[in-house]
C-alpha cells in the first residue's frame, strides 16, 4: 500500500498529518503577516529615493521571507528551531523570548491555531482529494490577508494577485467553478467594487474603498465563480456590520473611523467555500 491509498483509506493518519503541517505553515504565515508588508514599504522607500534622485539606503535591515533569520524584535537574537516550535514553544516559554524576557505577541500562537483548526476542518470536509489541496491554499492565504488587513489596512497584490491566478488554474480542472464561471466571476468580481467606489467617489468625493478589496473580491469571484459574488458580498457586508458596531461599542468611538474590509471578505469568501453550495440550495428551497 503507497502513501496516497494510506491516507485515502486511514482518513485520521491524513487529518493528524494536515494538523500537524498546517502547524508549521501558520508559522510561516506569521513571517508572511509581519515581513511582507514591511518588505513593500522597503520596496516604496527605495523607489521614492531613485524617483527623487537621492542614494538608495545602504545600511538597514533587508527583508525577504527567508532571511535574515527569525529573531526577537527587541533584542535581535536569533530565535533558535526549539523555540520556534508552533504554539508549544509559545506556552514552554510562557509567552516571552527565551534570552531577554521579552513579551512574545498572542497574534503568533493565535495564527497558527487558526491556521490548524481551519486546515483540518477543510481535510474534514472534503477529505484526501485535490479539492483539499486548492481549499487549503485558500484558507493560508486568506488567513495571511486578514491579520495583514487588519495591521496594516493592506491587501497586498502579491497575495491577492496570487490567489485570482489560482482559482483561474484550479478552475481548469473544475475544482469549485468552471473556467467560463471563474473568468466572469473575476471580471465581475472587480467591477462590482471598481464601480461602487467610483460612485462613491463621485458623490462625496471621499474615498470609500482601496484596490485591494478590488482585487480580492476578483480573486474569490475566480475561485468560486460569479454565481457565489452576491452571497459573498452580502455575508461581508453583514458581518462587516456587526463588527463594526461591536467594536464602536466597545472602543466607544463613534465618529467614522476607517476600518478594513478585507477580514469580511476572507471570512464570507471560506464561509462561501465550505458552505456556499448548501446555503445558495437553502435559500432557493425557501424562496
Given amino acids: 500500500m ?4 494510506f491516507f485515502a483509506v486511514n482518513h485520521d493518519a491524513f487529518l493528524l498529518v494536515v494538523a500537524i503541517v498546517s502547524l508549521f505553515i501558520g508559522s510561516f504565515l506569521n513571517v508572511v503577516i509581519y515581513r511582507l508588508p514591511r518588505m513593500m514599504e522597503q520596496s516604496w522607500s527605495e523607489e521614492c529615493r531613485i524617483y527623487l534622485g537621492l542614494k538608495p539606503h545602504k545600511e538597514g535591515e533587508k527583508l525577504n521571507l527567508w532571511l535574515p533569520f527569525s529573531h526577537c524584535t ?3 537574537k536569533v530565535i533558535r528551531p526549539w523555540h520556534n516550535i508552533p504554539v508549544f514553544s509559545y506556552l514552554w516559554l510562557r509567552g516571552k523570548c527565551a534570552y531577554c524576557k521579552a513579551s512574545i505577541s498572542i497574534h503568533y500562537p493565535l495564527v497558527e491555531i487558526l491556521t490548524c483548526i481551519g486546515s483540518v476542518y477543510v481535510a474534514w470536509k472534503f477529505g484526501f482529494t485535490w479539492q483539499t489541496l486548492a481549499a487549503l ?3 493560508w492565504i486568506c488567513i495571511s490577508l486578514t491579520f495583514i488587513d487588519l495591521d496594516h489596512h ?11 491566478w489560482l482559482g483561474l488554474i484550479f478552475s481548469i480542472f473544475n475544482l469549485f467553478a468552471n473556467s467560463h464561471d471563474a ?3 473575476a471580471i465581475i468580481g472587480y467591477l462590482i467594487f471598481a464601480m461602487t467606489q467610483w460612485i462613491f467617489a463621485w458623490s462625496t468625493g471621499k474615498t470609500g474603498m482601496g484596490q485591494g478589496d478590488f482585487k480580492f473580491l476578483a480573486a474569490l469571484g475566480a475561485y468560486l465563480g460569479w454565481q457565489m459574488l452576491p452571497l459573498i458580498i452580502l455575508l461581508a457586508s453583514v458581518t462587516g456590520v456587526i463588527f463594526t458596531l461591536t467594536h464602536m461599542l466597545i472602543k466607544r468611538q463613534f465618529k467614522s473611523i476607517p476600518l478594513p474590509f478585507g477580514p469580511y471578505l476572507a471570512l464570507a469568501g471560506w464561509i462561501v467555500l ?3 453550495g448548501e ?3 437553502y435559500y432557493l428551497e425557501v424562496v
Fill in 2 to 5: 503507497d502513501i496516497v491509498q
Fill in 74 to 76: 527587541e533584542c535581535k
Fill in 137 to 139: 491554499l485558500f484558507t
Fill in 154 to 164: 493592506l491587501l497586498p497584490d502579491q497575495l491577492t494577485l496570487l490567489l485570482l
Fill in 183 to 185: 473568468i466572469l466571476g
Fill in 274 to 276: 465550505l458552505w456556499g
Fill in 279 to 281: 446555503i445558495m440550495q
